[in-house]
């Protein structure tokens, strides 16, 4: 079945630090890939997706590029900020699933001043 | 606009007891999705109902159950409740049936099995 590996956290960076969480998957098909973000004490929302090989999503200055040679999509932000400190969860959808997702384990991002 | 919302917030049962959770998906969503999130992991698919019917429904035993009504809530029903169903359950809305767009989530019901 479909399956989404992250790396595993906590990762603790400083204010304006680069940041690269790493995610692959496993599909049948061609699924299409997200990023959801979990602050402290909400729900979780939906940071960026991308449907097809080789798209770019981006949202707040997060980007992760579909990247189906290697099965991966990778968030990466150029500098963080104490209130990205959060639970990033790479997840995705296979297109004939409805509204199933597949959700990595998630990594802890935490950011010092 | 309201979110979607969940109730109760929190819940403590005892092993073998029921529990139901409810909820409400954004105004004009007709999909609605239900997780279990476990203490450290990610989210598991449980359910997706659409228009009043299952559309999708993921590896958990047949103790869990759910519903959807005319108006688009549902309600989650776990039977005979084990240690291993403490968790957040997660309720998330969305316009179609299809992931075509976002699917937005509520806070959760955290359930504790004692």
């Known amino acids: 079945g479909d399956s989404v590996t992250q790396m595993e956290g906590p990762v603790t960076l400083s204010e304006e630090a680069f940041l690269t969480i790493n995610c692959t998957y496993t599909?049948?098909?061609?699924?299409?890939l997200f990023w959801y973000v979990q602050y402290p004490g909400e729900g979780l929302q939906l940071l960026l997706k991308?449907?097809?090989?080789?798209d770019k999503g981006s949202n707040k200055g997060f980007e992760a590029t579909y990247r189906k040679e290697t099965t991966s999509f990778h968030l990466e932000k150029g500098s963080v900020q104490v209130s990205d400190s959060a639970v990033y969860f790479c997840?995705?959808?296979?297109?004939?699933?409805?509204?199933?997702?597949?959700f990595g384990g998630g990594t802890r991002l935490m950011v010092k001043p | 606009d309201a979110g979607v919302t969940q109730s109760p917030t929190h819940l403590i049962k005892t092993r073998g007891q029921q529990v139901t959770l409810r909820c409400s998906p954004i105004?004009?969503?007709?999909?609605v999705s239900w997780y279990q999130q476990v203490l450290g992991q990610g989210p598991q698919f449980i359910f997706q109902y659409y228009e009043k019917e299952e559309r999708g429904r993921g590896n958990f035993p047949d103790r869990f159950s759910a519903r959807q009504f005319p108006n688009y809530s549902s309600e989650l029903n776990v039977n005979a409740l084990l240690l291993g169903d403490s968790a957040l359950y997660l309720c998330?809305?969305?316009?179609?049936?299809?992931?075509?767009?976002?699917?937005?989530f509520g806070e959760g019901s955290r359930l504790t099995v004692l």
């Open positions: 991308a449907t097809k090989a080789d």
């Open positions: 599909a049948t098909g061609y699924p299409s």
């Open positions: 998330a809305s969305s316009l179609g049936g299809q992931l075509t767009g976002e699917l937005f």
């Open positions: 997840a995705l959808s296979d297109n004939n699933a409805g509204n199933m997702l597949t």
């Open positions: 105004s004009g969503h007709k999909s």
